[in-house]
């Protein structure tokens, strides 16, 4: 089937620090993988995506890549501020469900001063 | 452009009540997904509706409804309700890219609350 597992959180860190999620992916076709954000109170926005092996999804100094042969699309950034404390989401859709997006569980992510 | 709206914000109801969600998407996208957000179960898909017609649905009971408008706005109807449908409903505008991929942006949720 396909499903998303992403690392679990909370998980802080200090200002400038470099911030990794772990996502990988199970999919019955060819997906196209996503990273949402949440911020307090907030709906759900896309932070970056790939839609093909070897893309490299960015935005904002977050990176992804999309690595088909360790089915992973884990999340990097080379140094975080406050700013970035939010949930981050891993998702994928794949077109032979009809797109149906699948998310991960959500990590959590703290910066502090 | 204007992103996917969605009213109420915040809503409280009782056990047993019934309640309707509106969302509305992004100028131009005819397909309508919704979600529930719960802090136990994450992100759980509902249904999305395109074209005013179904096109998937989640594994939720039957009290959990939608609909979609000739103007592609949705609504979702939630029956007899129950303390743990208190969640963060989110309604996501998509949209078709190249190569038949989809798109999602998402509205800021309708926080529902039942006591």
């Known amino acids: 089937g396909n499903s998303v597992t992403q690392m679990e959180g909370p998980v802080t860190l200090s200002e400038e620090a470099f911030l990794t999620i772990n996502c990988t992916y199970t999919?019955?076709?060819?997906?196209?993988l996503f990273w949402y954000v949440q911020y307090p109170g907030e709906g759900l926005q896309l932070l970056l995506k790939?839609?093909?092996?070897?893309d490299k999804g960015s935005n904002k100094g977050f990176e992804a890549t999309y690595r088909k042969e360790t089915t992973s699309f884990h999340l990097e950034k080379g140094s975080v501020q406050v700013s970035d404390s939010a949930v981050y989401f891993c998702?994928?859709?794949?077109?032979?469900?009809?797109?149906?997006?699948?998310f991960g569980t959500g990590t959590s992510l703290t910066v502090i001063p | 452009k204007a992103g996917v709206t969605q009213t109420p914000r915040y809503l409280i109801k009782t056990r047993g009540q019934q309640v309707t969600l509106s969302c509305s998407p992004i100028?131009?996208?005819?397909?309508v997904s919704w979600y529930q957000q719960t802090p136990g179960q994450g992100l759980q898909f509902l249904f999305e509706?395109?074209?005013?017609?179904?096109?998937n649905k989640g594994n939720f009971p039957g009290r959990f409804s939608g609909r979609q408008f000739s103007n592609s706005r949705s609504e979702m109807n939630v029956s007899t309700l129950e303390l743990g449908d208190s969640a963060l409903y989110l309604c996501?505008?998509?949209?078709?890219?190249?190569?038949?991929?989809?798109?999602?942006?998402f509205g800021p949720g309708t926080r529902l609350t039942v006591l």
């Open positions: 996501a505008s998509r949209v078709r890219l190249a190569g038949a991929r989809e798109e999602q942006f």
């Open positions: 999919a019955t076709g060819y997906p196209s």
């Open positions: 790939a839609t093909k092996a070897d």
């Open positions: 998702a994928l859709s794949v077109q032979n469900t009809g797109n149906q997006f699948y």
């Open positions: 100028s131009g996208h005819r397909s």
């Open positions: 509706y395109f074209s005013e017609t179904q096109r």
